[in-house]
Each structure stands twice: as structure tokens, then as C-alpha cells.
């Protein structure tokens, strides 16, 4: 759904807005149905690995269930650990970052909270290059572990899937 924080004032940003759209969306659908699919992978021969080599079952059954339950464990973790984030980052209560990360991840998006916002406000009342490098690595990371939670997310969904 998404209604952000920041949304485009003029026409031609509410266009620009509509073709990036219509073209990053399928491309970041085809990406993150990849990316699951590793994940996916991962998982189960994770679990596979863990029945034959350290139970030392022959015949691993269930695997695909197990992989579920990982995959899940997985994803609320990764909630959890959003949550964590808020609160040393953000200065949120865990509660308000748990929130944050779930409406994201469930693409809810609502934009009421939005994660790297004190930091931006920090940097642009100040003039200091190593501020803004220090955002640049904070929208890096940012935007490098939400890929990775909606790849777990995505492997989940694949898992349902099958």
C-alpha cells in the first residue's frame, strides 16, 4: 500500500513515480521469487544436513515441514530484531519497532514510522562529511538487510507454495 512519508508534489513526479513503478515492481517481484528460491535451497539442504549428519538419519522425513518452521523462525527473528534496531537507532519502543518491520515486510508500508528518519534529520542540521557518509552507510545497510528479510519472506512464500 504504502503511504509514505515523503510522496511526489508535482505532476511529473507523480508520473516519474507511476513508470518507475511499473518498471521496478515486476523486476523486484522476479528478484526477491529468485533470491527466495536460494533461500529456499539453503534451508532445506540446511535441514537435510542437520537430519543426516547430526542425527544421523538415513531417511530424513518431513523436511519440507521443518523448513517451514525454520523459514518462520527465521522471519520473526528478523521482525524482532527490527524491533531491537528501533529501539537503539530510532529511540522507538520495541513494540513500535516490531510494528515498523512487520508493516514493511507484509508490504503494508503505512509510512507512520519510518526507519533512518532521526538519523537524516541529524545529518541535514549538520554540515559534516562524515555525517553523510555515515547516512550513506546507514541506507546501505538499511536497504541490505530489508532485501534480505523479504528474501526470507519470499522463501517462505515459495515454501507455502510447494
Not at 25 to 38: A, E, H, N, R
Not at 88 to 114: I, K, P, Q
Request: some cysteine.
Amino acid at each position: 500500500l504504502g503511504y509514505g512519508h515523503i510522496t511526489p508534489e508535482t505532476p511529473l513526479g507523480q508520473i516519474d513515480t507511476v513508470l518507475y513503478t511499473f518498471l521496478s515492481v515486476p523486476l523486484t517481484m522476479l528478484t526477491l521469487k529468485t533470491m527466495g528460491k536460494m533461500v529456499s535451497k539453503l534451508v532445506y539442504d540446511f535441514v537435510y544436513a542437520i537430519e543426516t549428519m547430526l542425527l544421523s538419519r538415513k531417511r530424513p522425513r518431513n523436511v519440507k515441514k521443518k523448513s517451514v518452521f525454520v523459514t518462520s523462525t527465521l522471519m520473526i527473528l528478523i521482525v524482532c530484531l527490527g524491533g531491537l534496531e528501533g529501539v537503539y537507532v530510532e529511540g522507538w519502543t520495541f513494540v513500535e519497532g516490531f510494528y515498523t518491520w512487520f508493516a514493511t515486510l507484509s508490504t503494508l508500508g503505512y509510512g507512520d514510522y519510518v526507519p533512518g528518519w532521526s538519523v537524516l534529520l541529524q545529518v541535514e542540521e549538520s554540515s559534516n562529511p562524515k555525517s553523510q557518509l555515515n547516512l550513506v552507510l546507514i541506507i546501505f545497510i538499511s536497504a541490505l538487510s530489508s532485501m534480505q528479510a523479504l528474501c526470507v519472506v519470499a522463501d517462505f512464500l515459495n515454501l507455502e507454495q510447494n
